[in-house]
């Protein structure tokens, strides 16, 4: 018994300091984006667009629109609650004047009921909303990809959803990227994506810029 008393101490120090090095999901990636800005002269009242990999993959975002400042905070594969989860580091630190989100595409293929994903985008507003009342959303449709095409109806509905909710509302806007990535057939246009069928090419991006750039001027 003397014998199993050190052994089981020592095995909880280990237990206690794995632990410890453990993080959250995403963690890392967000704390190096805020050291990234961290460095950087970014300015109030610019442009905050967050989300997805679809948001994190846009490296022409800056480029696409010249005339504003934008912030992109986008990380990894994220999902609606893990943005709630970081919502003061990717977006209310930076007092944005506007503040464009895509999440939801990554909840549906991950099982989330539309409910749900619903729900978080409502915490997400009301957190943003009650810390900066001023301040625009714009929460960017599901978009339509080859690699996911067999959820298109729950997409469907998601969609439709979230427009509805968007417009009930104040100083949140719909914007649907949703038909104009679809090819003459109704299906998801090859032409807008890379080798996973998942993540857009510059082609694919060049109609994101075309949805988002009237809410810029």
Not at 156 to 169: D, G, I, T, V
Not at 180 to 195: A, C, R, V
Request: net charge neutral.
């Amino acid at each position: 018994m003397k014998a199993i008393i050190p052994f089981l101490i020592i095995f909880l120090i280990f237990s206690i300091q794995e632990a410890k090095t453990q993080t959250k999901p995403f963690e890392q990636e967000v704390n190096s984006l805020v050291e990234k800005y961290n460095k950087t002269t970014w300015q109030t009242g610019g442009a905050v667009f967050t989300g997805s990999s679809s948001i994190r993959m846009w490296s022409t975002l800056e480029k696409d629109f010249p005339k504003n400042a934008i912030i992109n905070t986008g990380f990894g594969g994220s999902q609606t609650h893990e943005l709630l989860e970081y919502l003061e580091e990717l977006v209310i630190n930076f007092s944005p004047s506007k503040v464009f989100i895509y999440e939801g595409d990554n909840d549906v293929n991950a099982g989330k009921s539309n409910n749900k994903i619903l729900e978080e985008h409502h915490e997400i507003i009301s957190k943003i909303k009650e810390r900066l009342p001023e301040t625009e959303l714009y929460i960017i449709s599901a978009k339509p990809s080859p690699s996911r095409w067999s959820l298109k109806d729950t997409y469907l509905k998601l969609n439709e959803e979230m427009r509805k909710f968007c417009s009930s509302q104040e100083q949140v806007t719909f914007i649907d990227i949703w038909t104009p990535m679809l090819d003459k057939t109704g299906n998801p246009n090859p032409k807008l994506f890379i080798e996973d069928n998942l993540h857009m090419n510059s082609k694919g991006y060049k109609i994101w810029k075309k949805a988002v750039k009237p809410h810029l001027k």
